[in-house]
């Protein structure tokens, strides 16, 4: 049987997607493909149709649709109606199924780098779409103390609502000399290569960053001389893709890092 997949969002021009599900593919001797799906909200109602119609097994969300889809998933598994986001439509004989990989990405890119949260002091950065998959980890790997800083203050609150701990807020500007075991960067400042703002916190552990490009990026470069852990956001990509491809295919893929990393950055 020849599986479809795909993507939809806007813009998708730099998606590193289909390199990495056509790779799955191929290394689990499957037939199939994955094709970009670059839509305009007012066509998101045609092209899930056309998703039916060819006969598609999976399709991955990503901005700015992963709430916008909810309204076409007969279920959502408890991860997507935990932080009511799905990056993971599965398309089966009982409806469209919405998942969310983007959990397992994240809680993947702390473990295969050595990080827990537990009982560490944690900054989390932004409060958008990308924080959300923060959330449910945090609730299990509790930190001692966990604050979020965003630009606007007001933003907060929705993220805020997902989470059932306390949790301090502040705003960017207040974080100067405070000082942290672990900070995660889920702003999209540096996403175009611009540089990252200095703050003036201190980090004593890890700086962990949503953005993989370049492979340090700007917000990773500000601690290059330190003697801490930086984490770019490739494992996260790489994992959240192969928590999508086990749900669609029930193939466990383990990835191969060092074949990624020299795909994304020895072009
Ligand atoms: P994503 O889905 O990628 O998370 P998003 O939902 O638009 O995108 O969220 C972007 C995040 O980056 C927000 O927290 C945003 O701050 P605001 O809530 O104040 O908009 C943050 N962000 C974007 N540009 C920023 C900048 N120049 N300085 C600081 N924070 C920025």
Known sequence: MYLNLGIIGNPLNHTFSPFIHNYFLYTSNLCGGYTCYDTTLDKLDDVINIFKEYNFIGVNVTVPYKQEVIKYCSRLDITAKEIEA???????????????????????????????????????????????????????????????????????????????????VCSLSDLKDEKFDIVINATSLGVKGEPFIDYGFHIKEAAVDMIYKPQVTSFLSLYCNQDIKLVNGLSMLIYQAAGSFNIWTGKDIEPDMQYFKSLVYNK
């Open 86 to 168: 799905v990056n993971t439509l599965h398309f089966t004989e009982n409806g469209i199924i919405g998942h969310n990989t983007d959990i397992f990405g994240f809680h993947m890119m702390l473990e295969s780098n050595g990080i827990n949260t537990q009982n560490k002091r944690v900054l989390l950065l932004g409060a958008g779409g990308a924080s959300r998959a923060v959330i449910p980890y945090l609730r299990i790997n509790t930190p001692s103390s966990f604050v979020i800083a965003n630009r606007t203050i007001e933003k907060v609150e929705e993220l805020l609502s997902l989470y059932d701990n306390n949790a301090e």
